[in-house]
């Protein structure tokens, strides 16, 4: 099967990339290396492509298409450029996947159910807070629309962490951002009072999931862990895995709490029947895991 990923040098894009090609697929990448990097990429013997996933036309043709290229970062701040890639982005790829017959998965959000209740359902009343959300909606929205013509998957991601997450910045994973501190001796700096809660996913969960979407009916699924963990529990996981002792340091929120997460936590209940997805890493696993390959 030939394969399209775009933003296959960013995080989630090369671990799946690197994935489909271990399994014998040939993978093509399209990435405009804003935030991925060919460090990623180490072993890929597919073809790269350096492109704006808006603009680029393709002379391949694909089987499947893995939309992965956007800006992700909430606090991106540009929200023309926001819409620009990841609206506009998507239609590009959904226009391909449309004239090739491709089956067609792309990365929606959980970001989109902003602070509604816990845990998230699909159905459930958006709260958008930023652009990124907004995007993403519109995305899903145009999926929808779709369902009944061709073979198309969303996957509402929660918070992903893994290997190759390191050029995202600031939008990287708080796993990452704790755990580098916690390695270099420092106390871990969390929000006051360290009661917010995130949905850890392992980026190897959501490749599989990625994977599994390629064979289930058409539709846009949560792609989390259903747990819900306090940042105050995440240091005392990252303490246990690192073999450290060292207490949160607690700093005022910087961020508007209209506009902030304070709680993510997915309903898997569709993704298990729809998607047969059930994320096989717990949040202890998952960080063992990735603490064997972080620098």
């Given amino acids: 099967m030939r394969c399209l990923v775009t933003g296959g040098a960013g995080f989630i894009g090369s671990n799946l990339a690197l994935e489909l090609e271990k399994k014998g697929h040939e993978v093509v990448i399209l990435d405009n290396l804003s935030t991925g990097t060919r460090d990623n990429l180490e072993g890929f013997k597919g073809i790269f492509l350096k492109g704006d996933v808006v603009t680029h036309e393709f002379k391949q043709t694909f089987d499947a298409i893995f939309h992965q290229a956007a800006i992700t970062d909430p606090r991106y701040s540009d929200d023309k450029e926001v ?3 990841n609206v506009g982005g998507f ?11 491709a089956k067609f998965v792309y990365a929606s959000t959980a970001n989109l159910y902003g602070n509604g209740p816990v845990p998230m359902k699909e159905s459930q009343k958006k709260d958008l807070t930023c652009a990124y959300g907004r995007s ?37 994973s708080m796993i990452l951002h704790l755990a580098k501190q916690m390695k270099a001796g420092k106390a871990p700096r969390i929000f006051k009072l360290g009661e917010q809660k995130r949905d850890h996913i392992y980026v190897k ?14 539709g846009i699924y949560n792609a989390g862990t259903g747990v819900g963990t306090s940042f105050n529990e995440l240091v005392e996981v990252l303490n246990r895995a690192l073999g450290t002792e060292l207490k ?45 390959v972080l620098p």
């Avoid at 239609?91 to 017959?101: F, G, S, T, V």
């Avoid at 999926?143 to 991601?157: C, D, N, P, S, T």
Wanted: aromatic fraction near 10%; glycine fraction near 4%; charge should be positive.
């Fill in 91 to 101: 239609r590009n790829m959904l226009e391909l996947a449309r004239k090739n017959k």
């Fill in 248 to 292: 949160p340091e607690y700093i005022d929120m910087p961020y508007d709490p209209k506009t902030y997460q304070l709680n993510t936590q997915a309903n898997t209940d569709l993704a298990q029947k729809k998607l047969k997805f059930k994320a096989l890493y717990s949040l202890q696993d998952g960080i063992k895991n990735y603490l064997e």
């Fill in 136 to 172: 993403k909606l519109m995305m899903d929205e145009e999926a929808e629309k779709r369902f009944g013509q061709m073979h198309i998957v969303g996957l509402r991601y929660f918070n992903i962490f893994g290997p190759h997450e390191a050029n995202k910045g600031r939008a990287a």
């Fill in 205 to 218: 969960d959501v490749v599989d999931a990625n994977l599994l979407a390629l064979n289930a009916p058409s």
């Fill in 83 to 85: 819409m620009r890639q």
